[in-house]
């Protein structure tokens, strides 16, 4: 049994069209078919179906379910199950054609990054000529309608590429009348207009090619005010100087065609001394893998300043860049850097556009905008994103893709619990053998032969307490570890130590204070300067003199700024190097400046 949802919803066995009576049924199944081999609550069923529901409404949904039961009764691989939340529509993938189409998109894409253009043609071919229409069409529940668009724009951008491969191999005249029918259907699709400009000027049309130049740039200008991107203005200067680049060219005979040229990778470099991480690299490895095709895959890596996790982002995105060859892209959102505000999310939309290629001055103004470019320019393609040091989920929601196999890592210090759909990743510290590793990794000879317990310990096990810890031996010959073991066995001693000419460590932890409250950071630096390593709520009490459930929402925000760990149920503990940070801050008067100022 197929299930086509590229264009009319409609059910084939053996070829032959299965009866669906009534668009409630066709609607039902398209809500099912989005969510195939996973739960669908009746929740969401009767919202989908219904603006303003009807008492009627779940009974209706479950006479529809029966129905469709029945016209699925014959098929082998495919079954309508119900379980506690609602149903499941048991199907095997590649029953669907819309995932026959995406991998088809994505075997072409292999192909031609492998130089195999022919055979990149043929499988392009094959996966559009699946479609018969406009993706569901006809259905019109909100969650159908924004997929429907989503494989729309992964259609469009294969069929641009299927005309740049038929260009390439010397196809001219006989792609004119396909070009010029998408090209008046979506105007606005500089690549579809620019391969009909050189199917035109190839076929010895150059007027012709030039005037569909101008009809675009008028168009433009009319709609949008605005000027063609740069390609096409590029094509227009080359085509009116016949330049030697857009002269018809096929491979001579006997010799493959050239490989087409990879996306540009702008991802810092990755540490040639990372350590350890080992369960939480296989986390991403499962997570990644576990994900369906053509849906994008989120994972936010919190925890503390200095804890590693642009190390762990960076590493794993270099290890992962053969899965996603269409474009490695990084981004600091400055959400805590000492020296300037954290990035709007329009000015890193700016920045991840122009690393795509977009000319900046053909960028609309506003995020909405720009968010839309971007999520139209990632769709169908194989990406990867570190969206670095991000304030909060309001910043990273317009830089997230909307549909395709991208995946976007996501680094804080907060818990980003509005990040709907994204796997949480916290961080913590090293694992002590790890912490050892990393410390005579970057020591070198200065720790030969040492143990190394108590040092690590004494930096919290903390990466960049260890760097800084292990670079200063590392750089003082005179020095043995028990030198460094002793300087670091006070609290005054750690914040004195754990500080090079370009690294600060106090200064560091001390940033995730200055987005706090007054309350909290009062609160904070109340239970650091307290003996106990460990509060409970009643303890917390005595100790600030405030009521119970103000110490619980106090509670919640630590742990949510990940500056306390919960060790057990409503018992909080603040690391020693957040202890020893709290002790060398002074707090402004409530009615003061708002940041902390590190005491030297």
């Not at 503390?304 to 590493?315: C, P, Y």
Request: include cysteine; charge should be neutral.
């Amino acid at each position: 049994m197929d299930f086509l949802v590229l264009g009319p919803v409609e059910v084939r066995e053996s070829g032959v069209s299965v009866r669906l009576s009534g668009m409630r049924r066709r609607r039902l199944l398209a809500l099912l078919l989005l969510n195939a081999r996973h739960a669908v609550s009746m929740d969401f069923l009767v919202d989908e179906l219904w603006q303003d529901p009807p008492a009627s409404a779940r009974h209706q949904v479950h006479n529809a379910i029966r129905d469709l039961r029945a016209a699925l009764a014959g098929s082998e691989g495919a079954g309508l199950i119900t379980v506690d939340v609602g149903y499941r529509l048991d199907v095997p993938a590649d029953a669907v054609d819309a995932h026959r189409f995406t991998e088809g998109v994505r075997a072409a894409r292999a192909a031609r990054r492998e130089g195999r253009d022919a055979e990149a043609t043929r499988l392009l071919q094959s996966a559009v000529d699946l479609w018969r229409g406009d993706a569901f069409d006809g259905i019109d529940c909100p969650s159908v309608t924004a997929a429907a668009a989503g494989l729309d724009e992964q259609r469009l951008s294969a069929v641009e590429e299927l005309m740049e491969l038929r260009l390439a191999a010397g196809e001219t005249g006989s792609l004119v009348a396909e070009l010029s029918a998408l090209t008046a259907r979506y105007p606005l699709r500089d690549a579809l207009r620019g391969s009909l400009m050189l199917a035109l000027y190839r076929g010895g049309r150059q007027a012709d090619a030039l005037a569909v130049y101008g009809e675009g740039r008028r168009l433009l200008a009319d709609e949008l005010g605005l000027e063609p991107g740069p390609r096409l203005r590029r094509l227009q200067a080359e085509i009116l100087a016949d330049a030697p680049r857009v002269q018809r060219r096929t491979p001579e005979p006997g010799r493959p065609a050239t490989a087409r040229p990879s996306q540009d990778n702008y991802l810092p470099r990755d540490l040639p001394d990372f350590t350890g991480r080992t369960t939480e690299l296989a986390l991403l490895d499962r997570a990644v893998g576990d994900r369906s095709a053509g849906s994008p895959r989120t994972v936010v890596i919190d925890g503390m300043g200095g804890i590693g996790k642009t190390a762990l982002a960076v590493h794993f995105a270099h290890h992962r860049t053969p899965d996603h060859p269409d474009g490695q892209y990084y981004v600091d959102l400055h959400g805590f850097s000492p020296a300037r505000a954290p990035l709007t999310p329009e000015e890193a939309l700016g920045v991840l556009l122009r690393s795509d290629g977009a000319a900046p001055d053909a960028l609309p103004a506003g995020p909405a905008e720009l968010s839309a470019i971007w999520r139209s320019r990632l769709a169908g393609r194989r990406a990867l994103l570190v969206l670095d040091n991000a304030a909060d989920a309001a910043q990273v929601a317009p830089l997230l893709p909307g549909t395709g196999d991208t995946l976007a890592l996501i680094t804080t210090r907060r818990k980003l619990t509005a990040t709907d759909g994204a796997l949480s990743l916290p961080l913590g510290a090293l694992a002590p053998a790890d912490a050892e590793t990393l410390f005579r990794r970057i020591a070198g000879d200065a720790c030969a032969g040492s143990s190394l317990t108590r040092t690590v310990a004494l930096c919290g096990h903390h990466p960049l307490a260890l760097r800084i810890a292990a670079t200063r031996l590392r750089d003082r010959p005179s020095w043995t570890v028990p030198d460094v073991t002793s300087r670091l066995c006070t609290s005054a001693g750690r914040t004195a130590f754990l500080r090079t000419a370009d690294r600060d460590l106090m200064s560091v932890l001390a940033l995730s204070y200055t987005q706090l409250p007054y309350e909290v950071r009062e609160f904070t630096r109340t239970l650091a300067l307290h003996p106990a390593a460990v509060h409970d709520i009643p303890q917390a009490c005595a100790a600030t003199g405030l009521a119970p459930s103000a110490v619980e929402c106090l509670f919640d925000t630590l742990l949510d700024h990940n500056l306390a760990d919960e060790p057990s149920p409503a018992r909080l503990a603040i690391p020693p190097l957040l202890r020893d940070c709290a002790h060398t801050l002074t707090f402004p008067a409530r009615d003061g400046a708002r940041r902390l100022t590190a005491v030297a």
